[in-house]
């Protein structure tokens, strides 16, 4: 069979599965249960989906819907218990873990992120400007992108190119980073406007351990994971996993790069990161309630520790998409009106992050269609 007919194909059994499974959900429905289950229908029919699920937190109580399969070539429905790959919005933890530190005295935003490194690093800044921890959080270090640099990674015949560069990352050390650290300047001097850089996050992780004296992973599962009753996301039981599938629904093996713990590299699944989002939506702790204040400022909105955070209908909204080589994600919070949603797939494609983003927004409007009294737009 040809790759052209082999991906209708697929599109065909993924969109049968998506219209005859029934989603599953732990609580009574909500009001708006047959047209959040159509949205998520629709989706997985649109972007050519695999599987995808999706957490709903609505002032107390919880729903969970999903939709198609964990596999191209199985029948499994995923479940609110599927791993997914949450790529940046694992940026969001490591922002929440910085806001705790600030909390408690072990940092200050003001302090210059060599500071907390184990060398000077004179070279992280530029025009006279230093990179500080506050730089880190609201994407404003103007650091590059990768460390190392996917554009100058070659393809490996027979090999897809997304496959190369997860290897390329999961061989990569701690050591070699640091190391490679000495040899990158901010591209222009920190501050102005965000712009993504996975490093920048990366030196967020290893600042944090040398701030708390121990692995990164150790942090996240004492100061997040467990308070919250949350499974590891970096070591998931691999019966879980979810397969992540490129554009072109190629397979892709679990992408497991420790040194991209704090900038993409988390794995839950969406019971999980909704326990982490409904925390944060609350915004009792005053960790969250810092991490939830801009770090770099519009007149509309702004970046707090890495949520974006603007105006909608339903009040203030902070929210995060992420992505790896084989699944999309978004996360986003509506404190204000009490809600918070969490969708995870196993697809990476062009637009599907807009798309998620779209969707989120369309369920907390069926849900909470009246706007709160001095809200946003």
């Not at 921890?133 to 404003?140: I, M, N, R, Y």
């Not at 150790?218 to 019966?239: C, F, Q, T």
């Not at 995060?320 to 994600?329: E, K, P, Q, V």
Request: net charge neutral; proline share 7%.
């Amino acid at each position: 069979m040809k790759a052209g007919s082999v991906k209708r194909a697929s599109v065909l059994i993924v969109a049968l599965m998506a219209a005859l499974l029934a989603p599953a959900i732990t609580a009574a429905a909500p009001p708006a249960d047959a047209q959040i289950r159509a949205a998520g229908r629709q989706w997985i029919i649109d972007n050519n989906g695999v599987g995808l699920s999706i957490g709903i937190y609505d002032d107390g109580q919880r729903w969970f819907y999903n939709f198609g399969t964990q596999q191209i070539d199985g029948n499994r429905l995923p479940g609110k218990d599927t791993v997914y790959e949450i790529g940046a919005i694992s940026r969001t933890l490591a922002g929440q873990l910085l806001a705790r530190a600030v909390v408690e005295g072990r940092a200050n935003l003001e302090d210059e992120v060599a500071r907390h490194l184990e060398d000077s690093y004179p070279n992280l800044e530029n025009g006279g400007e230093k990179v500080r921890l506050f730089h880190l959080v609201s994407s404003t270090s103007h650091l590059i992108d990768n460390i190392p640099d996917l554009t100058q990674v070659r393809a490996v015949p027979g090999e897809p190119l997304p496959l190369t560069h997860q290897r390329v990352f999961e061989q990569y050390t701690r050591t070699e980073f640091l190391r490679q650290l000495t040899r990158v300047m901010p591209r222009r001097p920190p501050g102005g406007v965000p712009v993504n850089s996975n490093v920048g996050a990366m030196v967020l992780g290893a600042a944090l351990e040398k701030i708390h004296g121990e692995p990164y992973e150790n942090i996240l599962a004492r100061e997040i994971e467990k308070p919250l009753r949350m499974a590891s996301g970096v070591a998931p039981p691999a019966k879980l996993l979810a397969r992540g599938y490129t554009e072109d629904n190629e397979p892709l093996p679990p992408f497991m790069a420790k040194t991209q713990y704090a900038s993409m590299g988390l794995r839950y699944s969406a019971e999980d990161l909704l326990k982490f989002a409904a925390w944060q939506m609350v915004e009792r702790d005053a960790s969250v309630k810092l991490a939830h204040r801009p770090t770099w400022s519009t007149t509309d909105g702004g970046v707090a520790f890495f949520w974006i955070v603007g105006g909608s209908p339903q009040g203030r909204r902070l929210q995060h998409a992420g992505n790896t080589f084989g699944f999309s994600s978004f996360c986003d919070l509506y404190p204000e009106v009490k809600v918070a949603v969490v969708i995870l797939s196993n697809k990476a494609a062009d637009g599907a992050q807009d798309s998620l983003r779209a969707m989120s927004a369309k369920i907390v409007g069926l849900l909470r269609p009246d706007s709160p009294e001095g809200s946003g737009p």
